[in-house]
């Protein structure tokens, strides 16, 4: 009995810190043109490839990924004429606790090739 | 069940660890999704012929206005020749030389490397990209100038084709010699 005790706190306990809902993201490929892949925000994989206009499915940062609030840049590789470079962008973007944050990078989206 | 605990312990421990899928620095340049390996230099020779037959001996032939079949492909200068140990001689504000002398020209498109803000200017910048498959080119050169001994620059409009042929899976060709005249 006390075992079956035990173990039932342990799935309590395992249950609240594994997945702890603080804040959701999904980025929006609004670029002409071009698809995206690997999104990244800092280092939470976001999506594995999005088509112009596709935006990603809604992701639930847990606790044990990132601690919230917490700002980062949105890491990419942009692909079109079967050629590809990898892109991050200048602007860190801030997500909060109960936070919604969608991100559309866009034509206008200041980017930057880290190698350069 | 002190074990099975244990057991539980260190199999979430192991769950909770994250393989680190960052991208190297060499997936950080511009490249062929097909893993095809595309062509990037022209190499060919420049001589610049005068009327009356003499060859024009310069240190370099600066600002080399290149194009492949309609595509504008860089502009880049010759490399440097060491003109002492050439046979010449002065005539008004240049120098000639009976011998012909050649310029290397090496024609990297990527020479003049985008200097880009905004995800659109990559985007097209990726679309505009001319990539040479396998064949048979037509290479222009359009403009070029030389500065001669009084520091003065000219700029000429030669005109002149060649053609070369890109073979599957190379990075450079030869495009031969090409004599450009002058007055």
């Not at chain 2, 960052?22 to 009327?51: H, M, Q, Y």
């Not at chain 2, 310029?103 to 990539?131: K, M, S, V, W």
């Not at chain 2, 042929?165 to 450079?172: I, L, P, R, T």
Request: glycine share 4%; proline share 2%; aromatic share 12%.
């Amino acid at each position: 009995m006390k075992a079956i005790k035990l173990i039932l706190i342990f799935f309590i306990c395992a249950t609240l810190q594994s997945c702890y809902k603080t804040g959701d993201i999904q980025v929006q490929n609004n670029i002409t043109k071009v698809k995206i892949a690997d999104v990244k925000w800092g280092d939470i994989y976001i999506a594995t490839e999005l088509l112009p206009g596709e935006t990603s499915e809604k992701l639930t940062i847990c606790k044990d990924q990132e601690k919230l609030p917490d700002s980062h840049k949105i890491s990419f590789k942009m692909t079109a004429n079967n050629k590809s470079i990898y892109l991050e962008t200048e602007k860190e973007y801030f997500l909060d606790e109960d936070d919604n944050l969608l991100i559309v990078l866009t034509d206008d989206t200041k980017v930057k090739n880290p190698n350069e | 069940m002190k074990r099975l605990i244990c057991f539980l312990i260190i199999g979430l421990l192991l769950v909770s660890c994250d393989k680190d899928d960052s991208l190297s620095s060499a997936d950080r340049d511009v490249f062929s999704e097909d893993g095809s390996i595309p062509f990037k230099e022209l190499l060919l020779l420049i001589n610049i012929k005068t009327t009356d037959s003499t060859y024009l001996a310069v240190q370099s032939v600066d600002s080399v206005n290149i194009y492949i079949n309609d595509f504008y492909w860089t502009k880049t200068n010759s490399q440097t020749l060491d003109t002492s140990k050439i046979d010449k001689q002065l005539a008004g504000n240049k120098y000639l030389s009976k011998n012909k002398i050649n310029y290397l020209i090496i024609a990297d498109q990527t020479g003049e490397q985008p200097d880009y803000n905004t995800a659109g200017e990559f985007a097209q910048y990726l679309n505009a990209a001319y990539e040479l498959q396998p064949g048979y080119y037509a290479c222009l050169i359009e403009s070029f100038q030389v500065t001669f001994t009084d520091n003065s620059i000219h700029k000429y409009y030669p005109f002149e084709y060649t053609t070369f042929k890109v073979e599957q899976n190379s990075v450079s060709a030869f495009a031969g010699e090409i004599e450009l005249k002058i007055d």
